[in-house]
């Protein structure tokens, strides 16, 4: 089992740019890659950005170099900087961890932009 625990959602205005941390815990040495999904109200969850521990990374056409996922092994952690942020980017944003035949997922938290 993985366990992961989310921060640093938040209200940040239009242009402004907010770092989102996950860091797991549990069976992480099973773990083959880490990211970001987001589900906005009314839609379905979609990707953000994940990262392989192979240095592959997977991101939806939105992040547009926006977006990044930097990673640190040692603590199990992976980061989700996000720059000039527009309202349609007002989500509750998910970390995922991906092992062999399983999924896990945070608890999920806010990001709102607005002005």
Request: aromatic share 10%; proline share 3%; net charge neutral.
């Amino acid at each position: 089992q993985v366990q992961l625990l989310e921060s640093g959602g938040g209200l940040v205005q239009p242009g402004g740019s907010l770092r989102l941390s996950c860091a797991a815990s549990g069976f992480v040495v099973s773990i083959n890659a880490m990211g970001w999904y987001r589900q906005a109200p009314g839609k379905e969850r979609e990707l953000v950005e994940i990262s392989s521990n192979g240095g592959i990374t997977t991101y939806s056409d939105f992040v547009k170099g926006r977006f990044t996922i930097p990673r640190d092994n040692a603590k199990n952690t992976v980061y989700l900087q996000m720059n000039s942020l527009k309202p349609e980017d007002t989500a509750v944003y998910f970390c995922n961890a991906h092992q062999a035949g399983s999924n896990y997922w945070g608890q999920g938290t806010q990001v709102t932009v607005s002005s």
